[in-house]
Structures are given as C-alpha cells and as structure tokens.
C-alpha cells in the first residue's frame, strides 16, 4: 500500500513554508491518496491565505491537487500548547507531522519560555495525548533542526529536548513509532536567508551578512518534504533522519545573488545564539550513525529501541563547513532551483518543484 492511501494526516503548523509545500506533495496523490488532510494551527490568517492559494490551483497541471483540496484539506484552529485541543484534533489520525515551532533564533532568546512552551510541551502534548487516550496513531515525525545538534541557544536547546520527547515516547507509548526529521536552513523559506538577499538586492544593497565565514546547507524545500517522505517510510523507532545536502559560504551565496550588480556586502556582526557554521549530525552522534539511501540516519541512545546495531561511514560531525561549493557551483545550484533573481522566484517554494 501506498505511504498515505486512505490515511488521515495531522500537519501542525501546517501553514508555514514547509506545511505549505508539504500540503502539495500529499495531494498530488503519488503517495498514495489520503482519507484527510488536516493543517492544525493558531493563526486563522494564514489558514485563510493557504486556503485560498490552494482555491486557485485550477490549472490543468494542478487538476489533481485541486480537487483532493476540495474534498480532503481540513483546516482547524488550536495550539500544540494546549492540551485540549491537540487531544481533538488527534482523535482520527494516522499520522502526525509535527512542524509546529518556534523558530526564529533571536526572539527564542529573548523569549525563552515561549520557546519551551511551543517546542518541549507542545511535543509533550502530543505524546501525552497518544498515551493517556490509547489513541492508534501509526507515526509521529518531530520536524526538528540542526540547531539541536551542539545546542548553543534557545532554540535549539528546546528542539534538541523536543527530539529527546519524541524519542523516549517510544518507550511509553510502543504502539506509535516516534520518529524525528533533522535539517538546516530551507532555501526560500519564510524569514530565511535567500528572500532577505533578493530584497536587499532589488532595492539596491547592502547585503547584509553577519560574518564572513559564516557557512550554511543549502537544502530546497522539496527536499525537506522528501526527508519526511522517506523516514516515514524507513525510519526504525526513534530514529532521526538527516539529509545530505550541499553547502557554501554566505559571501559566496550573496555573491552569486548579486551577479556582476554593483552592490556592496556589508558585515553586521554575530546575531544573539547565531552559530558560524550548521552542524546536522555530532561527533557524538557519528559512531550511532549510518546511511540509509541519500540521508543519515541516527540511531536513538536508548537501548531499549535498538534491536540492531548499525555503524556507518562517519568518523566525525557532519558540518557545513566540510566541503563548501564555489561561486560557479553555487551559482548552478541557485539556477538549478529556479532562485536566480532574474528567475521566476516566488517565496514560499512555489517554483521549488
């Protein structure tokens, strides 16, 4: 049977860029075609803009998209962080993706609390709400960061706890697997990098970079959504898959935005808990890693959920300051994913596909 045929899905923060693109991809159908679609969030705004984005796809190539938005899309209001209404909306899934967060380094640092009340007891609330309602729900996937890994700020402390959450459930809960997806930033995201650059450079410069050797993963939304797709389908319990993507230095990125323009870069200094480079996978975590496909997968520390023990390639962390691409790779690579400025960029990944 195909991954989603006749299954109900619970995205929570399912109207951000991600819930967005991932919202497509299941109803494209390729997966299998879904009992239910539900997009679980706090801000009826952004559902009503979602709703009427997906209104729209009546193109022919969209036909198949369109109608199961029709009849499968549900949208609900409510908060991870309350227990009440994520015991509702859980009550008829299969599945949970749970990318509901917050997210934003700075503000999770100023506002400490708001970030533990959204990434650890919002996590909590779902396996709290798995196990004291005996609900059969197939898989729960934690959406989490490669801020987690060697957490050095808020934000990344909570996810790093928030995947320690899901991991331990499947101990308390063994008939759901738990399982956790882990990346970095997502090129054209909301509030990421790639869309500051362009206005930047629409509007005539400066770009602004925090540091010169400051050096990030360039992951395209698309395959953020197929890291969730192939641990769902791979994923041992409390398992954390990782992609294996790309890198390059933030002045080589602004660099190839820019072109032959004649705009200046100009260093602004490190934000609050900023890291200079992304690190997806310890040193630590390397000995309990192994391959599996196009990704790495973590095996989890207790040892109650490893039946057997795999060891892999990896000999130390896996950082984006390893391997980084040059001015004409990275050039390709915007070009290859439609983020050229003088392409048909449209934020939120619309043309990521």
Known sequence: MKLFENK???I???TGSLGKVLT???????????????IFSRDEAKQHYMRLEFLQKKAATDEVIFKNFQSLLEFRIGDVRDYSSVVGVLKSADIVINAAALKQVPSCEYFPYEAVRTNIEGAENIVRAIRDHDMKIETVVGVSTDKACKPVNVMGMTKSIQEKVFIAANVT???TRFICVRYGNVLASR???IPLFHDQIKNGGPVTITTADMTRFLLPLNRAVDTIFNALQRALPGET???RVPACNMVTLAKALIGDRKIEIEYTGIRPGEKIDEIMLSDVEAPRAYESGEYY????MLPELIKEFKTGPLTKEYSSGDILMDLEQTTAY???HNLLINQNFVEDGEFLR
């Open 334 to 336: 915007l070009k290859e």
């Open 297 to 300: 997968s973590i095996q989890p």
């Open 8 to 10: 109900t899905i619970v």
């Open 24 to 38: 497509r991809r299941i109803l494209e159908g390729k997966n299998g075609t879904p009992k239910k679609v539900i």
């Open 173 to 175: 809960s063994p008939g």
């Open 241 to 243: 898959f990782v992609p």
């Open 191 to 193: 509030g990421s990098v």
């Open 12 to 14: 929570t923060g399912g």
